[in-house]
Nanobody
Framework: QVQLVESGGGSVQAGGSLRLSCVVSRRTFSSLVMGWFRQAPGKERLFVGAITWGGGRTLYADSVKGRFTISRDNAKNTVFLQMNSLKPEDTAVYHC?????????????????WGQGTQVTVSS
């Protein structure tokens, strides 16, 4: 089955940038949807954004719209989350996830495979 590995997390000052990567271990196909979620300590896991593998259509949470950008490199089986203008409230463990439902979704239940997560810490 599909296996996901995130990387690129770290510590950054408010206003800085980070780019997260998620490598998919198997072949990709046009119906696959890749999502990003984040979870702060003691809080629920929340939707960040998603992208369709085939068409590159994207969907973002209001909290990150205009600051974060999702993209993918089909040849490298990799999806990226470019995070700009980071705020302390962006601090969380970020997970990538894969969905086989073929439509963009903000719902955690629609995603079938999950990466182990990468820590992002934004200081003021």
């Amino acid at each position: 089955q599909v296996q996901l590995v995130e990387s690129g997390g770290g510590s950054v000052q408010a206003g800085g940038s980070l780019r997260l990567s998620c490598v998919v271990s198997r072949r990709t196909f046009s119906s696959l949807v890749m999502g990003w979620f984040r979870q702060a300590p003691g809080k629920e896991r929340l939707f960040v954004g998603a992208i369709t593998w085939g068409g590159g259509r994207t969907l973002y949470a209001d909290s990150v719209k205009g600051r974060f950008t999702i993209s993918r490199d089909n040849a490298k089986n990799t999806v990226f989350l470019q995070m700009n203008s980071l705020k302390p409230e962006d601090t969380a463990v970020y997970h990538c996830a894969a969905s086989y439902y073929s439509e963009l979704s903000t719902r955690e239940i629609r995603y079938n495979s999950w990466g182990q997560g990468t820590q992002v810490t934004v200081s003021s």
